[in-house]
């Protein structure tokens, strides 16, 4: 027969009170991990919706779920965002963010971020960062090179149509775009404003308040 001192007995009782206070503390943090981000409802829908946008072959090489900052908003919607990484944006990610109701259908919402449409296979005409500057170099008068951002212009977004057909290709989706802050002379005066270049097709938008024509 064994023979616990009081000591020993102290110890022993400390433990296993130990033991289940942090089993007690951990269980929340084993529930969020099942609701982690592999675990959400429709996210091959999800991710169909941004291969659908992008290209399979695009998707599949530089496109990856962000799982820390994909959640609940509500306890049948998910929020989802991806990094869109591609060796043409020079170190810069596009975000790509929507939710999904609880039928997995696409709901457009403040929080619907980055989705570009891409048609080309090719990324070989794609414009980078330093191809940006010089472009923007040669419209402007003077451009700030710190300023230079990968952004989403949302300028001619729309969900119109796809709210009443359902069908993503009636989407009309924003663009991907270098900006850059500049100056311009018109008529012997400076106007600051911001360049935007696309980076898929290399066009040049002036986002100016000054009469052009």
């Given at each position: 027969m064994t023979y616990w001192s009081n000591s020993e007995r102290f110890l022993l009782t400390f433990s296993?009170?130990?033991?289940?206070?942090?089993?007690?503390?951990?269980?929340?943090?084993v529930v969020y991990a099942q609701r982690s981000a592999d675990s959400y409802p429709h996210h091959h829908n999800a991710d169909s919706?941004?291969?659908?946008?992008?290209?399979?072959e695009v998707f599949q090489r530089y496109v990856k779920l962000d799982k820390q900052k994909s959640k609940y908003t509500t306890p049948s919607s998910v929020f989802?965002?991806?990094?869109?990484?591609?060796?043409?944006?020079?170190?810069?990610?596009?975000?790509?963010a929507f939710t999904l109701d609880s039928a997995g259908q696409f709901v457009p919402g403040e929080e619907t971020h980055g989705l570009i449409r891409i048609t080309s296979k090719s990324d070989s005409t794609?414009?980078?960062a330093r191809q940006a500057?010089?472009?923007c170099r040669d419209q402007g008068h003077?451009?700030?090179?710190?300023?230079l951002r990968l952004a989403w212009d949302t300028t001619d977004v729309s969900y119109d149509i796809f709210e009443k057909t359902k069908n993503y290709r009636d989407i009309v989706p924003g663009d991907?775009?270098?900006?850059?802050?500049?100056e311009v002379l018109f008529r012997g005066d400076k106007y600051s404003g911001t360049f935007e270049v696309n980076v898929l097709t290399g066009n040049v938008v002036r986002r100016f308040a000054i009469p052009w024509d």
């Open positions: 296993l009170m130990k033991t289940s206070l942090l089993s007690f503390l951990f269980l929340p943090l919706i941004v291969a659908f946008f992008l290209g399979n989802f965002q991806y990094n869109f990484q591609h060796p043409k944006f020079s170190g810069e990610t596009l975000i790509i794609w414009t980078t500057l010089r472009i003077r451009i700030k090179k710190s300023s991907i775009v270098w900006k850059v802050d500049g």
